[in-house]
């Protein structure tokens, strides 16, 4: 039986009610002491969540609130989610406006402390979307100072970078009720096209199991360590299969800006996309529509990838329009059941790479 969107929000609601009267909701009742147990610690979505588990290992009980292959930007929250983030003794989340709006007030509500929730976006070096002038992003590329995990120098400068901490910027409150439309910040939140800016969210999330549970401290540095390394070696592999692409072919066309970061990166280059960057529902005006049409017509564009998460009910209007080819099976959001990250990248850089091959 379908339940009603008023009736989801009051059984919802009335969750967060019993939460707070057991003590679990509220920042002034303080959270559990851990005392050598192992650290309950909740990510909203699989992706940060598996992010979490290569630092974390077996010293954390994880819970992913989101399963695999869920639309992040469409999660409605669960009632027994209340409950599991009351229960976290550390809440990561992607932030940069990338959850609902619900989603993040219930974080706030339920947490036993606003101290716990740790938002991974920030810590990453986000690259702005091309309205906001994501153009000026390479001063962030600097691999030297990325490569070096232990330069907590280097590390700790991104808090002044570009200004993106502004509190006029992606933390303003009123840009972040517009998200329950589905509207992004001026900061992309898809850094996970990028394996560096993963390492940089690796390291923060090292840096806060640290902080809550500082006897295990050891065994996060190393699996941080261990997790960085694989990532350089992922970078070097998504080079490797980009560079089979004919610089001239490197042109995209896709659903939704998401690809910001493999196109900062790796030198792809996002032409357009069906929906506006900072706007991901599925709705756009016939000057957009017509806009990507005569991008794609000026440009010989020969292929549209559709994301699977967001595949837009224009993709078979321009299709149709203009006789591109599309391309399905663009997973940007999430992982599939049992899927890990760097298989999550490869197998999307190889649709990508694959189909730009001979386009001429």
């Known amino acids: 039986m379908k339940i009603k969107p008023m009736t989801k929000f009051a059984i919802l609601a009335?969750?967060?009610?019993?939460?707070a009267c057991a003590g679990g909701g509220s920042e002034e009742a303080g959270c559990p002491a851990i005392d050598g147990r192992e650290i309950n610690v909740v990510a909203t979505t699989p992706m940060i969540g598996e992010f979490v588990s290569q630092v974390g290992g077996e010293n954390i009980n994880l819970t992913v609130l989101m399963p695999p292959e869920a639309n992040p930007h469409t999660y409605e929250p669960a009632p027994q989610d209340a409950g599991t983030i009351a229960e976290a003794d550390l809440v990561f989340y992607t932030g940069l406006l990338y959850e609902p709006a619900a989603l993040v007030k219930l974080l706030e509500n339920?947490?036993?402390?606003?101290?716990i929730l740790s938002e991974v976006g920030e810590s990453v070096f986000p690259i702005e979307f091309k309205e906001g002038g994501h153009d000026d992003h390479d001063d962030h590329d600097d691999e030297e100072g990325h490569d070096d995990h232990d330069d907590e120098e280097g590390h700790d400068d991104h808090d002044d970078e570009e200004g993106h901490d502004d509190e006029e910027g992606h933390d303003d409150e009123e840009g972040h009720d517009d998200h329950e439309g589905h509207n992004h910040g001026a900061y992309d939140p898809h850094f996970w096209f990028d394996p560096s800016r993963v390492a940089y969210a690796a390291e923060y999330i090292e840096s806060r199991l640290i902080q809550f549970d500082p006897e295990n401290e050891s065994s996060y540095t190393s699996s941080a360590d261990s997790f960085v390394s694989e990532l350089n070696d992922l970078t070097k592999q998504v080079s490797e299969l980009i560079s089979t692409v004919p610089s001239q072919n490197r042109k995209l066309i896709t659903t939704h800006e998401s690809l910001g970061y493999l196109e900062a990166k790796f030198?792809?280059?996002?032409?357009?996309?069906?929906?506006?960057?900072?706007?991901?529902?599925?709705?756009?005006s016939p000057s957009d529509l017509a806009g990507v049409i005569d991008v794609i017509e000026d440009n010989n564009v020969k292929v549209?990838?559709?994301?699977?998460?967001?595949?837009?009910?224009?993709?078979?209007?321009?299709?149709?329009?203009?006789?591109?080819?599309?391309?399905?099976?663009?997973y940007v959001e999430t992982l599939k059941p049992g899927q890990s990250y760097s298989e999550f990248l490869i197998s999307n850089v190889t649709l990508i790479t694959e189909n730009l091959q001979d386009t001429d």
């Open 267 to 284: 030198g792809l280059e996002v032409l357009s996309t069906i929906i506006p960057s900072l706007n991901s529902a599925n709705e756009i």
């Open 14 to 19: 009335l969750s967060l009610v019993l939460v």
């Open 110 to 115: 339920s947490a036993c402390s606003t101290d």
């Open 304 to 330: 549209i990838f559709i994301e699977s998460e967001a595949p837009s009910v224009y993709s078979e209007t321009i299709v149709a329009e203009t006789g591109i080819k599309p391309v399905t099976g663009l």
